[in-house]
């Protein structure tokens, strides 16, 4: 009894592992997690960073664009945020765009706003918190759990790009 029972047991783990094995251990790594996105963007990728090395921004900052948006044209949130960037229609009129929907415009709009950032807060992990949250608000009342996460997302597809 007790035999058969280890039999069935090792029988399902090697099941499981072998399972694994053929989703190229998405469980384990995140690599898998972000793989569509990261293939998506992928059409976007060198316009993206032409126009950020033409506004002086690093070129690392495209890894927020995916992260936000991944890379849905037509993305909006329930706060209003739209386009590629994900950014506010004040915040997008303030650094020179009007349409969240056009790659270029919005990308030229997000670097400016990223500069700005960077002159104010210096480190990567700050500016993109401050770009979630708006600068006076990361300024006024510290990080929030959303802010945070999104800079995890960030991070992990850049790890997840570079590999």
Known sequence: MIDRMLINWMKAFVAFVLTLIVLGFCITSFRCAYADELKQCEQYR????????????????????????????????EKGAAGFWQLMPGTLKHYGCDDAFDLECSTRAAARYLKHLHSVFSSFDDVIIAYNMGGHNYRRNGATKQAKGLLHSVKRIMRNDNQ
Request: aromatic share 10%.
């Open 46 to 77: 060198e316009r993206v960073e032409v126009i950020l090395k033409s506004e002086a921004v690093s070129v690392d900052y495209y890894y927020l664009m995916v992260a936000e948006s991944r890379c849905t044209e037509k993305a909006i949130s």
